[in-house]
């Protein structure tokens, strides 16, 4: 079976699956973690030091979908998801030191 024909050389492909993945890693964690008291703790240092974390991690998925466009010579799409990782690496740092 030929898996290139489900990996299309797109950049735009690449970014919203770099973008997607760990928004929905990080959606689906805090579904899961969701308590009474969900909203105080949104307020709290605590959780934007968690939250940077988590984002952080949710990140790391991106690193095996470049590899997977690299590997197969997609370097449009590869692309893409280095954008993607990088507008969360921005996001991180900026939240992180303000």
């Known amino acids: 079976m030929d898996f290139n024909r489900f990996i299309p050389d797109r950049?735009?492909?690449?970014?919203i699956q770099g973008?997607?993945?760990?928004?929905v890693i990080v959606s689906v964690f805090l579904i899961f973690k969701v308590n009474d008291w969900y909203m105080?703790?949104?307020?709290?240092?605590?959780?934007?030091?968690?939250?940077?974390?988590?984002?952080?991690?949710a990140s790391l998925p991106n690193l095996g979908m470049f590899y997977l466009y690299i590997n197969r010579l997609k370097y449009r799409g590869g692309k893409g998801i280095i954008l993607a990782t990088f507008?969360?690496?921005?996001?991180?740092?900026?939240?992180?030191?303000?």
């Open 19 to 23: 973008i997607l993945i760990p928004a």
């Open 11 to 15: 950049f735009f492909v690449g970014f």
């Open 40 to 57: 105080e703790m949104i307020k709290s240092k605590v959780f934007i030091d968690l939250f940077v974390k988590l984002l952080s991690l």
């Open 87 to 98: 507008i969360y690496a921005i996001v991180i740092f900026v939240v992180k030191f303000t």
